[in-house]
């Protein structure tokens, strides 16, 4: 490729540049964009990811207020007030409430696939803008909410903002920061989603406590205020150098790239940008061009990684957070305060991700997370299944089986929300050509929608049936997916976004779908240490 990065000492590119006071600013402005995923979350009493949900965690929201469920959802309110011997796994089974709380992901779903478009053709920061717009339009119509109809079209008008900015917001931060840094900026949208999460947990504990029971309008209305966040910075970021060259705008594009990076000459870090803007522009139908044998490799981690990521059980465990913290025996108010902790506990995690992830690699964090939750889930599902049985009659619940139980759950979140949270977005948002980048973003997001809302239709109807051993069920998927992460996923911690071809090109496996000279947007790199490890798997 034209220009080039020079080479270091273990033989992969680099390019010069620090970490700017402006792109740290930028970065730490763009992953509020996590804010609106984070406090739907929190707000709507389920874990998505959302995937990430998600990523994704407890949550005490509005479904477990009971003058919401009352107005809203009459069915599941006298199942909730029934006495404490009936079966507490089929609670809160009502179709209903699963619409309410699932409309969100297929509407996040169909906007991803429109985003794909709007963010290559005009940028990122326009999707980011239509994000904030749509969901602040949704967060009013649910505050004002007077039918159940009004709330469905207010998570409608939700979803459509997430799929916007949940497909526009990663790939900005990949695209902005530098390389060194490009893991630790990503998951700043992680940390603000489970700021964003503890935030909307806090404010329900307190909402649920207005006499007149009209806190949950607070609650829901209260998601205009993150939305303007997100509404309001996308007018002030700039786009991102990659983003303005592929729509032809290369002398803007070179002068943000030096005030991004901090030097005066990048003339290398451009000519690469620029010669992978003309691969991307030879690309007349970058949905088609997925298919094509060379992004076999990026095609697979687009949906297998999205798709892992809604079955590490952090649904079963977490998943409308107030039915199990209730199903294992706490009152309303002890649910609200344990999912605060969870709350608490994930924001930590996040930001031991952050410090970690360009330091220990992504590899050893989807292994260890992997490996964290699958004990948790083991312990989890023989308490639950000890004290419950097959009949979900729990009887009287010693405090000290409870303590047990949330403990192993908080170390079950702390796991999930340095590995799979966080690294579900960073990991796809940093592997794909600018070619297919947006495409290819967008069928992530896609496939961690359409499984987090299946998830969402049959979560509950699963827990009613098959009671503790849905827990063994995604352990299985733990296993499974813990490795694939080890046979097939490269290490791609401090490689340039668009030098990306490497890591391909140097696996035992995909080397044989990436040939050499296959990519117009990079030059052979040599094989860092990080990838020669992946050659032996």
């Known amino acids: 490729m034209a220009g080039g990065g020079f080479v270091v000492g273990d033989g992969q590119k680099a390019y010069p540049g620090k970490l700017t006071p402006f792109v740290l600013f930028t970065c730490v402005v763009a992953a509020m964009g996590g804010l609106i995923f984070g406090y739907d979350i929190g707000i709507s009493g389920q874990y998505l990811t959302i995937s990430q949900l998600l990523h994704f965690h407890t949550t005490c929201g509005v479904t477990s207020m009971p003058s919401f469920l ?4 009459p069915s599941v309110y006298r199942k909730q007030q029934a006495d404490a ?8 089974d009502s179709p209903t409430l699963t619409l309410f709380t699932s409309s969100l992901y297929l509407a996040a779903l169909i906007s991803s696939l429109v985003a794909s478009t709007v963010t290559r053709k005009f940028g990122r920061r326009l999707s ?4 904030g717009i749509l969901f602040c339009a949704g967060a009013l119509i649910n505050g004002f909410a007077k039918h159940v109809w009004m709330l469905i079209v207010g998570r409608i008008l939700l979803g459509f903002g997430i799929g916007f900015a949940n497909q526009a917001v990663p790939l900005y931060l990949s695209e902005m920061a530098p390389y060194k840094y490009r893991g630790a900026l990503n998951i700043g949208f992680q940390l603000s989603i489970t700021i964003g999460i503890l935030v909307a947990e806090v404010l329900n504990y307190f909402f649920a406590k207005i006499k007149g ?9 209260g998601a205009v205020v993150p939305a303007l966040i997100i509404t309001l910075g996308s007018l002030v970021l700039p786009d991102t150098p990659n983003s303005m060259i592929e729509r032809g705008q290369h002398e803007e594009a070179k002068t943000k790239l030096r005030r991004i990076r901090g030097v005066d000459d990048v ?4 000519d690469d940008l620029v010669a992978a803007s003309k691969e991307s522009q030879s690309i007349e ?11 076999r490799p990026h095609l697979t ?52 991700s952050i410090y970690g992830v360009d330091k220990w690699g992504r590899r050893f964090l989807f292994l260890e997370g992997g490996t964290q939750m699958l004990i948790c889930q083991a312990v989890v599902a023989a308490c639950i299944g000890a004290k419950f049985g097959v009949d979900g009659t729990p009887g009287e619940l010693p405090k000290w089986y409870a303590i047990v139980v949330v403990t192993f759950i908080c170390i079950y979140v702390a796991g999930f929300a340095w ?14 050509p600018l070619e297919i980048r947006s495409a290819a973003q967008s069928i992530t997001v896609s496939v961690n929608m359409i499984f987090t809302f299946i998830i969402a239709q049959i979560f509950l109807t699963m827990l009613c049936h098959l009671k503790f051993g849905l827990f063994l069920v995604f352990a299985f998927f733990v296993i499974v997916m813990s490795i694939f992460v080890y046979i097939f996923l490269p290490e791609t911690k401090g490689i340039p976004i668009e030098e990306m071809g490497q890591v391909w090109r140097s696996h035992w496996y995909w080397s044989r779908f990436v040939e050499d000279g296959e990519y117009g947007n990079g030059v052979e790199m040599g094989k860092s240490s990080s990838n020669q490890g992946t050659k032996h798997v």
């Open 213 to 221: 029971g009209w806190g949950w309008r607070l609650s829901l209305g």
């Open 85 to 92: 011997t009936t079966n507490q796994y089929c609670q809160y």
């Open 70 to 73: 009352r107005r809203f959802f």
């Open 128 to 131: 980011m803008l239509f994000g």
């Open 267 to 270: 003339s290398q870090e451009f």
């Open 285 to 295: 139908h970058p949905w088609t061009n997925l298919l094509r044998r060379k992004y």
């Open 419 to 432: 590995s799979w949270g966080p690294l579900g977005w960073l990991v796809p948002s940093e592997i794909f």
């Open 301 to 352: 981690m687009a949906i297998m990684i999205p798709f892992f990521q809604q079955l590490t059980g952090i649904n079963v465990i977490m998943f409308y957070a107030p039915v199990l913290f209730n199903t294992i025996g706490f009152t309303t108010d002890a649910s609200l305060m344990s999912a605060v902790v969870t709350g608490s506990v994930n924001v930590a995690a996040t930001l031991v």
